[in-house]
């Protein structure tokens, strides 16, 4: 990771979403799913439609722990596994499971209840918001601005996700035979730096690929509430 030496001269008056002027953060919907799930493709489904609301951003986040089933899923890693274990963690979550949204990084439920996603999505919405400000600065660095820390601190991440709706044809395990869609595939995710409440700023890595849409997450430490979050214009 690498830091430059930046001081804020005053208060930032830029927004977090998409850089409209003192705009709300998006609520972060999070599922995490596996191409071998059975269940799993009535949830991707419902993500797919909340991708297309305003003010909400939904990320699929592909898990490797069931690729010993007979199918191994072609977009997981095991950061993304470990960023699930983190949030069961901090939720009081006995153990991780396929298919489950968390919204915000503050409640979670089971992929295959659109009706209690809806619920956490709309009390999130209206959720007191305490965010620094946030932007990105030379396309290659991101700003986060001065505010109140959780206790413990807060961690700067980088998302980074592919927009278009992608088919997978499955030929082993449950789900042999079938065809999953998925769309806001997460590809990179990765942890620039510590907040501590003070200006900062940090630079971004290269993307690893091409169409892909860059997001950064201001989190609580080791899986806790999301305080902000912006995505990079193109």
């Excluded at 596994?81 to 396929?98: I, K, P, W």
């Excluded at 998302?159 to 082993?172: G, L, W």
Aim: net charge positive.
């Amino acid at each position: 990771m690498k830091r430059g030496p930046w001081l804020f001269a005053a208060v930032l008056s830029f927004g977090v979403w998409a850089g409209s002027a003192l705009a709300r953060p998006p609520v972060v919907v999070e599922l995490f799913t596996a191409q071998g799930c059975s269940s799993c493709g009535r949830a991707s489904e419902y993500v797919d439609t909340l991708a297309d609301q305003a003010g909400v951003l939904a990320l699929t986040y592909a898990v490797d722990y069931w690729d010993y089933l007979g199918w191994k899923d072609t977009f997981a890693k095991p950061e993304f596994s470990e960023r699930q274990r983190a949030y069961a963690r901090r939720l009081g979550v006995a153990e991780v499971y396929t298919p489950q949204v968390v919204v915000d990084g503050r409640t979670q439920t089971a992929g295959v209840k659109p009706r209690e996603v809806d619920r956490l999505v709309r009390d999130a919405r209206h959720a007191p918001v305490d965010s620094p400000d946030m932007r990105f600065r030379s396309g290659d660095r991101v700003a986060v601005g001065s505010g109140r820390a959780p206790r413990g601190g807060a961690e700067v991440w980088l998302v980074r996700y592919d927009p278009r709706q992608q088919k997978v044809d499955i030929t082993d395990g449950d789900n042999r035979g079938q065809s999953v869609v998925e769309r806001n595939v997460v590809v990179q995710i990765e942890r620039l730096g510590a907040w501590r409440g003070r200006p900062l700023l940090l630079r971004l890595p290269p993307p690893p690929a091409d169409g892909l849409d860059t997001v950064v997450l201001l989190q609580g430490q080791d899986g806790g509430r999301i305080l902000g979050g912006m995505i990079q214009p193109h």
